[in-house]
């Protein structure tokens, strides 16, 4: 099996949990990669037996550009799209880096990946519970707050 891949698509998007997030946008990475059989199309120099680099990169900037509260909404719409368009396929994977994610301390990027062989994706169900009441996060930040971090 082959692969074709684009990697470092840069996006500016209003994407993120919090509304200021929505409102002030930020920088986004956007890598794909297919797996694909394109034998014919190294062999005859045609497009149409392999993937096109103009379409994965167009789907890409149109979910790109629709505002999302997460990442992981975003790369399973563009992972479902290229699943749909690409079905000579046999596996899409999406990873969307968001650069610099307002955590309170220098974090270079946050990012999601979704897909793998076969064209698996995110079965949903990715929240935890870390005991105790939401408050406090079951006593997490107050951990925190005792290793003298923030």
């Known amino acids: 099996m082959s692969k074709v891949a684009l990697e470092g698509m840069q996006f500016y998007a209003y994407h993120g949990y919090y509304e200021e997030e929505r409102l002030i946008g930020g920088q986004f990475v956007v890598d794909v990669y297919i797996d694909t059989n394109f034998v014919i199309a190294a062999q005859t120099d045609d497009l149409s037996g392999t993937v096109n680099y103009e379409t994965v990169y167009f789907i890409c900037r149109m979910e790109m550009k629709r505002p999302s509260k997460l990442i992981e909404h975003v790369a399973q719409r563009i992972h479902n799209k290229l699943s749909s368009v690409f079905t000579k396929a046999s596996g899409v994977v999406v990873r969307i880096s968001k650069l610099n994610p307002p955590l309170g301390g220098p974090v270079s990027r946050s990012f999601v990946e979704v897909g793998g ?26 951990s925190l707050d005792d290793l003298d971090m923030w």
Do not use: E
């Open 117 to 142: 062989s076969g064209g698996g994706g995110s079965k949903g169900g990715g929240g935890f519970d870390m005991g105790g009441d939401d408050d406090d996060f079951g006593g997490f930040l107050g």
